[in-house]
C-alpha cells in the first residue's frame, strides 16, 4: 500500500506570545514537513478561556509569519469544536469506557498519599461508582497493559497505561474538554501522519495511542524533540518566566532555536536562506531519501 502523504502540525495554546520553546517546536514540525514534502497545518488549542490571554493567538500567528511559516491550510480553533469532540466522547461512553469522577484535587492527592502512589496516577476512587456525590469530571477506563511505540527521535518507549497513568480525565471538571481527547480528535480529523512536538509530551502519546485506537482512529508517527528550559531547569513557558521572541531579529531567534535542536549554525544571509539550508540538513537527519 502506498503511505499517506505526509501531514505535520504545530498546536499552540493562545496563553501567551511565542517564546523560544514553542518556536523549537514550531521549526522543527514545520521543517520535518518541508523535508518530507509535505503539508504544514496550524491549529490553535483554544480551549482554556480562563488561561487566555487576549489577542496571543493573534500575535502567534503574526510571530509564525514573521519566521517564515505560515499553515498551509486554514487554522483550526479548538473552541468551534465542541461538537466533534461531544460525538468522540458518545463513542467512548458507548463502548463502556466512560464513567463519571466525583473527586476532587485533594481527594485525589489523599488517596495518593495514603496509597503511596505517585502524584501523577489516578487512585481509582470512582472507578466503581461516585459514592453518591455529584460527578465532577468524566474519566476513561484504561486497561491493564503496556503500551509501546517507537519514537523517531527518542527510541522506543513503553507506559503501563493502568500503573502509571491510571484512569485519565477527558472532560473536566469545570466542563472544558481535556487536552488528551482533544488532540487525538484533531489529528485524526486533519489526517495528520507524523506529530513533531516537545519531549515535555512524550508520555502523554500513550494515553493518545490508546484513544486513537479507542476511536478507531489511525495513529501518526511520533518524533519529540528536546525542551528549552529556563535558568532553574523548569520547562520555559508563560508560567516560568518565558519572555516573547524578538520579531525584530527572527534570523537571530532562528539560529538560537535551530542550535538547540542539536545542529551547527547556518550563518545564513535571511530567513528565507535559514529555511532552505534548515530544511536540506533536516532532511539528511530525519528524513533520507
Not at 62 to 91: C, H, I, N, P
Request: glycine residues 8%; positive net charge.
Amino acid at each position: 500500500m502506498t503511505a499517506p502523504t505526509y501531514r505535520g502540525r504545530f498546536a499552540p495554546s493562545p496563553t501567551g506570545d511565542l517564546h523560544a520553546g514553542s518556536l523549537v517546536a514550531a521549526l522543527a514540525s514545520w521543517l520535518d514537513a518541508r523535508a518530507h514534502g509535505g503539508t504544514w497545518l496550524v491549529r490553535i488549542e483554544d480551549l482554556d478561556p480562563p488561561r487566555e490571554v487576549p489577542g496571543a493567538a493573534r500575535r502567534i500567528l503574526a510571530a509564525l509569519a514573521a519566521f517564515g511559516m505560515t499553515s498551509d491550510e486554514k487554522v483550526l480553533w479548538q473552541s468551534a469544536r465542541d461538537g466533534r469532540y461531544r460525538q468522540a466522547l458518545e463513542r467512548l461512553a458507548a463502548a463502556g469506557l466512560i464513567y463519571e469522577c466525583s473527586c476532587s484535587r485533594s481527594d485525589i492527592a489523599a488517596a495518593q498519599q495514603r496509597l503511596g502512589l505517585p502524584s501523577h496516577r489516578y487512585p481509582g476512587t470512582c472507578r466503581q461508582g461516585a459514592r453518591g456525590r455529584a460527578a465532577r469530571a468524566l474519566r476513561v477506563r484504561v486497561p491493564d497493559e503496556t503500551l509501546r511505540f517507537d519514537d523517531r527521535a527518542c527510541g522506543g518507549f513503553a507506559q503501563h497505561l493502568a500503573n502509571d497513568v491510571g484512569d485519565f480525565v477527558v472532560r473536566r471538571a469545570d466542563g472544558l474538554w481535556a487536552y488528551q481527547l482533544a488532540v487525538v480528535v484533531d489529528d485524526g480529523e486533519q489526517r495528520i501522519t507524523d506529530v513533531v512536538r516537545g519531549a515535555d509530551l512524550l508520555d502523554n502519546t500513550p494515553r493518545q495511542i490508546w484513544l486513537q485506537r479507542a476511536l478507531g482512529l489511525p495513529t501518526p508517527r511520533y518524533l519529540h524533540v528536546p525542551v528549552v528550559t529556563n535558568a532553574a531547569g523548569e520547562k520555559l513557558s508563560k508560567q516560568t518566566g518565558a519572555a516573547a521572541l524578538d520579531l525584530a531579529d527572527p534570523l537571530g531567534e532562528l539560529e538560537r532555536a535551530w542550535r538547540h535542536l542539536g545542529f551547527p549554525p547556518l550563518g545564513a544571509a535571511n530567513v528565507a536562506a535559514f529555511l532552505r539550508l534548515a530544511t536540506e540538513l533536516w532532511r539528511a537527519r530525519f528524513a533520507p531519501r
